[in-house]
DNA sequence: TTGAAAGCGCTACCAT
DNA sequence: ATGGTAGCGCTTTCAA
């Protein structure tokens, strides 16, 4: 086997009797200053890290005080998905902002019970926050049993604390945009709208709860507007897609793009789609916004990068992840919150 | 307080009394299968269910056996800044890939001491992926100590194992075809050459170490490949950012292409960068790439949908990470790896 | 300010 | 195939 130094093994015992004091002083220096003078205890601590000796093993403390320290933050799917989508990085980057500088670790959890067989996972944090509607009821069951502070994110969650941003609002503004700016037929290019989803049209039977699926309330608004509007969306002017890619968004736009008539606005629940659909109007010719608007939602930096500067609507994704850390570090100061989103007129629309 | 449900408390111990059996038997139950009737374990495993016992406490089963089954991905600095890199984030997709398949967890962990004071947070994992030279030698240095398997990517580790890519060979192939294509001046917008980069050019006499540093690596390869050119690169044309952001690539590529004789090419360590010059170049009304090529470096998916499609050089992110997975799960069945990087010549050269 | 000791929940050894 | 049980490393109470 590999050669290890000889050294015995260090815990608050053997440290103890190295130092001569006792094994309650040594966790008191680390734990609490309070207990001890402050000249012994900076001696301990000197001593400690000359040894070798980096404090209480996590395993054994969080045993016996029965916390970890830990924010789990619990991802729809696997990791993998989370770490291609803009918005749920921005929301993670503001999430640990806050979190490294309160000195907790954030423990990312994929929101799929098969993950969890092996280890439990779910009882390490000692606080959840939950991004999107996690698609494993059972598990969420799970977590909510252990009566731990719960904050919602972009859903609503019974008896716990949501944060949202207004979906429904933002939605309504872009379409309502487009409406007044385009007077041919207008279509959509959705996002999960179905659990099915495949770049296909929707079918109308099997879509998400609206109270459930942000992509619903948008939907809701595109519908509401198209109304006020008299210009009514039928079914077959809604594309779905199951994620946000480049590929998907391509392939659905190719659709949307191919119908006659053609749309003459192309209403995309997310700036990757909308960004794929310029791509295939450019492919095919078509001029932007001239012949097609086309308006995103997100408001990501490629966005406003891309040229031309894509029409969106903005959600502070940043300030999202900032806000749900802070409150599930401190539920008591807080009620359920919803952001406000906001429309950006740019160059596609 | 918040109304609990009277529940009894339950654990290996009282949930064997209730189905009356012994808590060795519930424990196999959970963990060694090949222990008792799959009969049995069956019956206990729905009876937990039923009762809402959800498998052994994390932390007692780690004090126990003393592993935790979660390898801890060392981050550069702060976890907020990765989430802001392109790369990092592909890479981090690759890694969770495999580990979400392995069953096994994954801790992000900030690369600096500070975060550490309350948790012993590096005592957790069982096994290390770094990513990138970590700033905190001690922190480090205690990981070291622990004598568990660690994979170091993106720089040299003394007795351990190893993934890099070719950034020589990249850089090299890139600045070649700058030379080839291009008879004016040459710069470079760097990428964390030294310290305390700040947007200004480079000051000679605190750069990193070649050994320890990727940006000294492509620098070494262009300023090699100018040589062999007889085009040498002054330092007055070398400016280095401490991040890969636009603002950053901005304010260098303004002071870049104020400098007189003005470069004809720009050799920019990533893509993004590389973009932020695109578009200094076009506020300048510069044609691109008839009189400014401008090539990056990583091929990050903004590269690509950018009109124009900015010449990169390619490196496999996704697959690095994917494969400091498999290295750090199995190290035993691994060498050292240095992964190919790919000139992508596409319209901004 | 210190020392002794109980016990957090679990696994794995040994015995049956 | 199952049961009894020691002990993983720690914190905290109590008494000195």
Redesign the interface.
């Known amino acids: 086997m590999?050669p290890?130094p000889p050294k015995k093994k260090l815990t608050v015992k053997s440290v103890a009797s190295i130092l001569g004091v006792s094994t309650a002083t040594v966790s008191n220096a680390f734990n609490r200053p309070d207990q001890l003078s402050s000249v012994l205890r900076n001696k301990i601590l000197d001593e400690c890290e000359r040894i070798?000796y980096?404090?209480?093993?996590?395993?054994?403390r969080?045993?016996r005080t029965g916390s970890?320290?830990?924010v789990g933050i619990m991802l729809a799917e696997?990791?993998?998905y989370n770490?291609?989508d803009p918005c749920a990085?921005?929301f993670?980057?503001?999430v640990?902002?806050i979190l490294?500088d309160a000195?907790?670790?954030?423990?990312?959890?994929?929101g799929r019970e098969?993950?969890y067989?092996?280890?439990?996972?779910?009882?390490?944090p000692d606080r959840y926050i939950i991004y999107g509607p996690p698609k494993d009821l059972p598990l969420l069951d799970?977590i909510e049993?252990q009566?731990k502070p719960i904050i919602s994110v972009d859903f609503n969650l019974e008896n716990h604390l949501s944060l949202n941003i207004d979906n429904y609002g933002g939605a309504k503004a872009a379409a309502n945009h487009v409406f007044e700016t385009t007077s041919g037929p207008v279509a959509v290019i959705g996002l999960r709208l179905s659990k099915d989803a495949d770049g296909e049209r929707i079918n109308a039977t099997d879509l998400y709860d609206p109270n459930y699926s942000i992509s619903r309330q948008r939907l809701n608004a595109y519908l509401d507007a198209s109304k006020e509007a008299n210009r009514p969306i039928g079914f077959d002017y809604i594309w779905d897609t199951s994620k946000s890619s480049?590929d998907e968004g391509v392939k659905a736009a190719r659709c949307a793009l191919s119908v006659s008539p053609r749309p003459t606005a192309l209403l995309c629940m997310s700036d990757n789609l909308a960004?794929a659909a310029l791509?295939v109007a450019?492919e095919m010719g078509l001029h932007v916004p001239q012949e097609l608007s086309i308006v995103g939602f997100d408001d990501t930096?490629?966005a406003s990068?891309?040229?031309p500067e894509v029409t969106t609507v903005y959600q502070p994704s940043l300030e999202k992840g900032r806000l749900a850390a802070k409150m599930v570090l401190n539920p008591e100061n807080y009620d359920s919150i919803v952001l406000p989103t906001e429309l950006k007129i740019r160059e596609t629309s």
Do not use: C, Y
Not at 54 to 60: D, E, F, L, Q
Not at 103 to 110: I, K, T
């Open positions: 590999s290890k070798g980096h404090g209480p093993n996590p395993a054994a969080s045993l970890t320290g830990v696997k990791l993998a770490f291609s990085i921005e993670l980057e503001g640990s902002q490294d000195r907790v670790n954030m423990l990312l959890m994929p098969e993950f067989k092996k280890t439990s996972l779910e009882s390490i799970r049993r009566h480049w960004l791509s450019r930096p490629a990068v891309n040229h």
